[in-house]
């Protein structure tokens, strides 16, 4: 949106800019109601073992399901959320419903070491935190190594005592950190020896442009996938693969050695119901091959 100097020193604003003001208020407006009239959804993700597509774990991603406007994404409610401060109590309530339904999945037969990743962002980084998930996890009897806290260079950006203080705190609690979307924005790999990690997931962008048309594109991305590969794992973490959404992906990512994948490919991610009825459909099939 543009900015016009206006007449006597005034600004003077174009419609983009009063349809942005105004659809981010409309936002905060349904973040609002979404907390009060419980619309707020942890949709979930399968993330695979690379060697044989089973799974290992579950992603939460937040979903706003508006009874009126229907599904909103959390590209167009995190920002806004984290300027009207919604964002701790969003990321609260995503926390519990995830738990909730990991207790859920684990009473199906073979899902009961899957794991939950659940993403922060950096003001949701406050040090009540482990308490608050130590809450959660004791009254649905998950033990914390099930659990996997997400986190994007944004969070170590911060490189506050109490963002190492909740980070120290959740590996003795025994739950993982993965550095999310690893390999874009800013100079990433310090981080890799400067806080405790131990996933490390390798942003989506790497797993496009390794069907990219130019024949050059892709061979200098398998190089750096497999040198964020190498590093990753002689650090002793381990490394999932985002936006798999072919055959094809996975197959050059298993060639160049990632343990962990997650994309369309396996499944988008689902409501707890849903991926319920693929889990059960899932084991059914495999009790009458067997
Ligand atoms: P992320 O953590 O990197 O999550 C992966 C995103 O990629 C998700 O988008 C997922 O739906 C999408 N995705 C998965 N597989 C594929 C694929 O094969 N192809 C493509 N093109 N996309 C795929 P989503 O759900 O829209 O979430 C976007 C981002 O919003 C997340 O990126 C994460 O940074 C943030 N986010 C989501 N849920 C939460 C939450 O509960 N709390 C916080 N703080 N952030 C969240
Ligand atoms: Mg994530
Ligand atoms: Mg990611
Ligand atoms: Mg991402």
Redesign the pocket.
């Known amino acids: 949106a543009r900015k016009h100097g206006g007449k006597n020193g005034k600004q003077m604003f174009d419609t983009s800019m009063l349809d942005a003001a105004r659809e981010r208020h409309e936002i905060a407006q349904y973040i609002e109601a979404g907390l009060r009239e419980d619309w707020f959804e942890?949709?979930l993700?399968p993330i695979v073992g690379m060697s044989d597509g089973r799974i290992v774990g579950f992603?939460?991603?937040?979903?706003l399901n508006h009874p009126e406007k229907g599904i909103l994404?959390?590209?167009r409610i995190?920002g806004i959320a984290e300027e009207t401060g919604t964002?701790g109590r969003?990321?609260e309530r995503?926390l519990e419903k995830a738990i909730g339904h990991l207790a859920v999945i684990s009473r199906l037969e073979g899902t009961g070491e899957t794991y939950l990743a659940?993403?922060?962002?950096p003001m949701?980084f406050e040090t009540t935190l482990p308490h608050k998930l130590a809450a959660l996890l004791l009254k649905n009897h998950i033990a914390p190594s099930r659990i996997v806290i997400?986190i994007?260079e944004a969070v170590l950006m911060l490189d506050s005592p109490d963002v190492h203080a909740v980070l120290k705190q959740l590996g003795e609690f025994g739950c993982r950190i993965a550095l999310?979307?690893f390999g874009t924005g800013y100079s990433s790999l310090s981080y890799l020896n400067r806080f405790p990690v131990d996933i490390v997931?390798v942003?989506?962008s790497f797993?496009r442009s390794l069907t990219a048309d130019e024949v050059d594109v892709r061979r200098k991305s398998r190089m750096l996938i497999k040198g964020i590969r190498t590093i990753s794992n002689q650090m002793g973490y381990d490394t999932v693969a985002?936006?798999?959404?072919t055959l094809e992906d996975w197959e050059l990512l298993k060639k160049l050695g990632i343990d962990y994948g997650?994309?369309?490919?396996f499944s988008?991610?689902m409501p707890i119901g849903e991926m319920l009825k693929m889990l059960e459909s899932n084991s059914e099939a495999k009790a009458t091959t067997a």
């Open positions: 942890a949709y993700q992603e939460a991603l937040m979903r994404a959390p590209a995190i964002i969003i990321g995503i659940v993403n922060f962002s949701q997400e994007t999310d979307d997931k942003d989506q797993t985002e936006g798999i959404e997650q994309g369309y490919f988008k991610p």
